[in-house]
């Protein structure tokens, strides 16, 4: 079964950084899309960003261009997500999940769909306070 856990959450000050880790077991890592979403109280999940190692692809939301930057070693099957520059209405629960399809494709909102990826993971808190 795909299982993915992620680590990493923590409570930091606006403007500080974190590195969130997914890691995989499984299934063949290069197999899939790896992506991160969040999840804030009242909010629907929404996705924040992908990476494809097979075809060398990523993708960002465009509320965290510019500040997060996904990566992956596919020898320690794992995938980070580092945080900079982060704000207030980032604080969610953030998941891991894989797409099978190994791309980062999107929806026709120009958006992460959250149907199409499995093995959701435990989750990690991330706050940051004002």
């Known amino acids: 079964e795909v299982q993915l856990v992620e680590s990493g959450g923590g409570l930091v000050q606006a403007g500080g950084s974190l590195r969130l880790s997914c890691a995989a077991s499984?299934?063949?890592?290069?197999?899939?899309?790896i992506g991160w979403f969040r999840q804030a109280p009242g909010k629907e999940r929404e996705g924040v960003s992908c990476?494809?190692?097979?075809?060398?692809?990523?993708y960002y939301a465009d509320s965290v261009k510019g500040r997060f930057t996904i990566s992956s070693d596919n020898a320690k099957n794992t995938v980070y997500l580092q945080m900079n520059s982060l704000k207030p209405e980032d604080t969610a629960t953030y998941y891991c999940?894989?797409?099978?399809?190994?791309?980062?494709?999107?929806?026709?909102?120009?958006?992460?769909?959250?149907?199409?990826?499995?093995?959701w993971g435990q989750g990690t808190q991330v706050t940051v306070s004002s």
């Open positions: 999940a894989a797409d099978t399809v190994s791309v980062c494709r999107l929806t026709d909102a120009l958006t992460m769909g959250v149907p199409w990826y499995n093995g």
């Open positions: 499984g299934f063949t890592f290069d197999d899939y899309a």
């Open positions: 990476i494809s190692s097979t075809q060398g692809s990523t």
